[in-house]
């Protein structure tokens, strides 16, 4: 499997998603075994619930165990190219948008986020300040002209 680049930030929120993962799953098997103890398991409400819960829990941890397992922290230097991590202001028929190329497992269009994966990350990843990019979207042919590049 290969390798996964992350943004320092987006390795750390991982990290911290599944320490807090493993610590509430110490109380999850404590509410198991309570409810376990609670007489009949087929009609017993409150052990299904607590199961669930349980196996909820290790499925996510499970998960984040095997991106951190193929993920590294990308350290970003400037050469002047779109990459993962970069800061990208880019100008587009409807103004000027500020995007970080990051990850799949990052990206959130709400906070300016897109995956490098994304058909407007693909197109920007290796561009330079002043390139234009043609995207094809579902609304049509858009064109995003790059005005800054930022390493943050």
Known sequence: MSKTPFTK???QDLVNEKNKLT?????????LKTAREMGDLSENAAYKVARSKL????RRLRFLTKILDNAYVIETKFNGTVDVGSLVTVETNN?????QIVNSHESDLTHGKISYY???GKALVGKRVDDVVEVITPNGKNFYKIKEIKII
């Open 55 to 58: 196996s909820s829990i290790d």
């Open 9 to 11: 930030q987006g390795y």
């Open 118 to 120: 994304s058909p407007v």
């Open 95 to 99: 103004g000027t948008v500020t995007y």
């Open 23 to 31: 610590k509430s799953r110490i109380d999850a098997v404590a509410n």
